[in-house]
Structure formats: structure tokens, C-alpha cells
């Protein structure tokens, strides 16, 4: 039963199908797109081969295809790429049809609340690798891109990130419930919602953060160089 190829295939069957889309046009932004989601797949992938090595994280061969990529299952490697292709498009969905930015005067002091917590978290539970380290990686994330984009962003992804947690239950709740991937609790809080850790959220949010902040960056970058003058 090839359960996680399955899943790969149903988080990017929808949006690839979309980008094509004549408002969105999204397909248009894949420029963009592409080395942003290549830059979080290396440090992802290289993450994933580390934490797997550790036991803080394996994999159910029973639902895999049994094709391995640097010690990962190949579903594991398409994860890193489909899922951020999934979620940046519907972020790019959203800026579309909803031209308001409804997050964005909150985008600030939610971040400001979140950071002390997650640095807070990180630090009583330096023993718990996969909580001390992605709530710290995230924090740090958090505080970079408030200092690169402001809030000028940062209230759109937090739109996208609070959508994109019906497909991410959705798809880690089979991941997890099954399981296809399992966890070491010796190196996390514990902490389940229904069999997905907490964690999880906080790893998503800081993928996909990542991901956006790259992707708008470069889409930065070539709006300027679009509107620069040109030099005689």
C-alpha cells in the first residue's frame, strides 16, 4: 500500500492543476518559486536524514514504495517539495481574491507573543531535540523575516498558514495515525493533537516560512531590477 506516495500525489494534484489559473496565474511565479523551495529542501532533507539517523523520527516500510533517496524514502523527498509548492500556491490564492490584508495590524504583536514562548519552550526542553530545535530555528526565522519584510508579508502568510492547517490535519493526521511516520516521545513534548505532535505545527510554520520568505525575496529583487533605470 503505497499510502504516502498516495498523499504526495493528493496534496499537489489540486494545486499544480490550478496554477494555471488565468486570475492567479501561478505558473508565471514558478521563477520564483522553484529555487525557494530547492533552498528548503536541501536543509530540510539534510535535517530529516540527521533526526532519521538519530531515531527521532522513522518510517513504516509497509506504506512505502521502498525507493530511497539519501537514506530517505522517496515520498519523504517529495514531501519537501510538494507540500511547499501546495501551500505557497494557495498563499498566492489568497493575496488574489482576498486583496485586503486582514492579519496584518496583528502580524506584529502575534509575532512578538510567539517568539518568547517558542525561544521559552526551546530552552526548557533542550533535551527534546525535535522540540528545542524547530521552536528555536523558528523563532529566529520569525525575527529574521520581521526584520527583512516588516509586516508587509507576514500577515499573509499567517492567513495561508491558519488555511493551510485543514489539508496539513488532513495529511499528517494520516501520517501520523497509521503511522507511516513515527515519533520518538523521547525527544518531544508529547503532546499530540489526536496522533499528530504538537511540534508538527511549529515544523510546518517554519518550512513554509522559509519558503515565502525566499520566494518573496527573489520576486523583490526582480521587481526592482524591473523598474530600475537604465544607465546610458
Known amino acids: 500500500m503505497y499510502i504516502y506516495l498516495y498523499l504526495d500525489i493528493f496534496t499537489i494534484f489540486f494545486p499544480f492543476l490550478l496554477s ?11 521563477p520564483y518559486l ?7 529542501a536541501v536543509l530540510f532533507i539534510i535535517w530529516d536524514v540527521l533526526f532519521t539517523k538519530a ?12 525507493i530511497y533517496l539519501f537514506n530517505l524514502p522517496l515520498e519523504e523527498v517529495l514531501f519537501f517539495i510538494v507540500v511547499p ?17 486582514l492579519l496584518q495590524r496583528s502580524a506584529k504583536p502575534v509575532t512578538y507573543a510567539l517568539v518568547p514562548v517558542l525561544v521559552l519552550l526551546a530552552l526548557l526542553n533542550a533535551e ?10 523558528l523563532a529566529l526565522l520569525l525575527l529574521v523575516h520581521l526584520r527583512v519584510f516588516g509586516t508587509r508579508i507576514l500577515g499573509r502568510f499567517y492567513l495561508m498558514y491558519l488555511v493551510h492547517l485543514v489539508p496539513f ?5 494520516v501520517l501520523t495515525y497509521l503511522p507511516i ?3 520518538n516521545n523521547d525527544y518531544n513534548l508529547g503532546l499530540r493533537i489526536v496522533s499528530i505532535p504538537v511540534e508538527d505545527t511549529m515544523y510546518s510554520m517554519l518550512m513554509l516560512l522559509l519558503t515565502i ?20
Open 169 to 173: 490535519l488532513l495529511v499528517n493526521g
Open 34 to 40: 522553484f529555487p525557494a523551495i530547492l533552498l528548503n
Open 181 to 183: 511516520v513515527w515519533y
Open 128 to 137: 527534546r531535540l525535535y522540540t528545542s530545535i524547530t521552536f528555536g530555528l
Open 213 to 232: 520568505s525566499v520566494y518573496e525575496k527573489l520576486r523583490q529583487r526582480q521587481t526592482k531590477k524591473h523598474f530600475e533605470p537604465h544607465l546610458v
Open 85 to 101: 509548492y501546495a501551500c505557497v500556491f494557495i498563499y498566492d490564492v489568497l493575496n488574489a481574491y482576498i486583496t485586503k490584508d
Open 55 to 66: 531515531g527521532i523520527w522513522g518510517f513504516n516500510e509497509a506504506y512505502l514504495v521502498g
Open 20 to 30: 494555471f489559473d488565468k486570475k492567479v496565474a501561478f505558473y508565471k511565479n514558478w
